[in-house]
């Protein structure tokens, strides 16, 4: 292209990059696309209660019985059927002030009051779902799908005043910050980072994945198919493709500011012998800044689920943290553990667990943090529904701000404006 700038020469990022994206909506379903069986648990006044026959030992065995029903679940959008998370809400009013952009069924303005307004102008009408936004400067950008689409029908939008304006553009991901917003298209041959609101694109050859766009620079992930060969991680000037700093092995989770999130030790699934260890590095000197040994067989759960989320200080990063064992309670459609949201303290290497949400298997939350850096904010999925969930260190459980309309095939994701 001849106004695309070319860098790199990495070998294509893998699949979960699309599914992170939300674009393969199949693949969306084949992780949350259960048999139509239960119902949603218990509300606001008590804690939710589960069948807990499956909690015990068979006899003379140290091997946990088998659960004993089904993962509860409800009716979703395009005709399929998801699993629920279980959620015991905290007895208190979250007190939080401001304003999110929700996606889903349109796209829509809710205060943290509880408010929730009708769908903003330009995004097209049911049988469309908005799977992702990001803020870039001076506008938000969304896209939205169908059921069962391809990369080919995503719908690029960028959103001010209110309204949605499409752009002649598509899109495979959406990256955003205070700095530059970019549209990322996977092809063949390159990843190509294109501007929304206009300019000049960036093209990588081959396997590199953009992770996030940074006050310090563009960090870039390369992923080598040699046996062995760890990741890569750099930092990456958006305008030259110069390499500012090479950041050495590891995965890298997600960065913004100038702190990077990366994965160094034990962190495969299905977890291997040892303790996961998860490294703050700073982007300005590409010194670690703290490590966290996470408990024994639990893993951060990305790739297949939104990167990690950053508060505006840059001092907290909250993501999913897979548990060590099934749930013994149910049994679920998709292989492996729950999962629940985690906070790590990124300068001390501290981590909080988010007490009353679990998350089935293979299905996620959508993850923001407010304003003021204090209150995590959450959205579930529940088929026919949506919740919007806050919570801070102290807290027993979430607290519910409000519901959102449906129906819905996973959380809607969520934007602090």
């Known amino acids: 292209m001849s106004d695309t700038v070319e860098f790199g020469g990495w070998p294509r990022p893998p699949r979960w990059v699309w599914v992170v994206a939300g674009v393969a909506v199949v693949a969306v379903l084949a992780g949350v696309v259960v048999a139509r069986t239960g119902t949603r648990h218990a509300a606001v006044s008590s804690p939710s209660r589960s069948p807990r026959a499956a909690a015990s030992l068979v006899p003379r065995s140290r091997t946990p019985a088998e659960p004993a029903a089904r993962w509860p679940s409800a009716a979703a959008a395009c005709g399929s059927t998801v699993e629920l998370p279980q959620i015991h809400l905290a007895r208190q009013h979250a007190d939080i002030h401001g304003r999110v952009l929700v996606g889903g069924t349109g796209l829509r303005q809710v205060a943290l009051g509880g408010a929730v307004s009708g769908p903003l102008r330009g995004l097209p009408g049911p049988g469309w779902l908005v799977t992702s936004v990001v803020a870039g400067p001076g506008a938000a950008y969304a896209f939205d799908v169908p059921c069962f689409s391809s990369s080919a029908h995503v719908r690029v939008y960028r959103i001010v005043a ?34 929304p609101a206009g300019g000049r694109a960036v093209s990588f050859k081959s396997n590199i994945s953009a992770v996030a766009d940074t006050a310090a620079g563009l960090v870039l992930a390369a992923y080598h198919d040699s046996a062995g060969r760890p990741d890569t991680v750099e930092l990456v000037d958006p305008k030259t493709g110069a390499v500012l700093r090479r950041l050495g092995g590891g995965s890298a989770m997600g960065a913004a500011g100038h702190v990077l999130l990366v994965s160094r030790h034990a962190c495969a699934w299905p977890p291997a012998y040892g303790t996961c260890t998860l490294e703050s590095i700073d982007l300005t000197t590409g010194r670690p800044i703290a490590t966290a040994e996470l408990p024994a067989g639990r893993i951060p759960v990305w790739g297949d689920v939104p990167s990690p989320v950053f508060n505006p200080g840059g001092t907290l990063a909250a993501f999913q943290l897979a548990r060590a064992r099934p749930d013994s309670r149910f049994a679920a459609a998709a292989p492996g553990p729950p999962s629940d949201v985690a906070v790590l303290h990124l300068r001390t290497g501290r981590l909080d667990i988010v007490p009353g949400l679990e998350l089935p298997p293979r299905t996620w939350a959508g993850l923001a943090f407010d304003a003021t850096g204090s209150w995590l904010l959450a959205t579930v999925g529940e088929g026919h529904r949506g919740e919007l969930l806050a919570w801070r260190q102290g807290m027993p459980g979430p607290a519910l701000v409000t519901r959102l309309p449906g129906p819905l095939l996973g959380p809607p994701p969520l934007l602090p404006g």
Do not use: E, F, K, N
């Open 162 to 195: 209110g309204a949605a304006h499409r752009l002649p553009i598509t899109a495979d991901a959406l990256l955003g910050s205070p700095h530059h917003a970019w549209a990322v298209t996977y092809r063949a041959q390159h990843t190509v980072l294109t501007p």
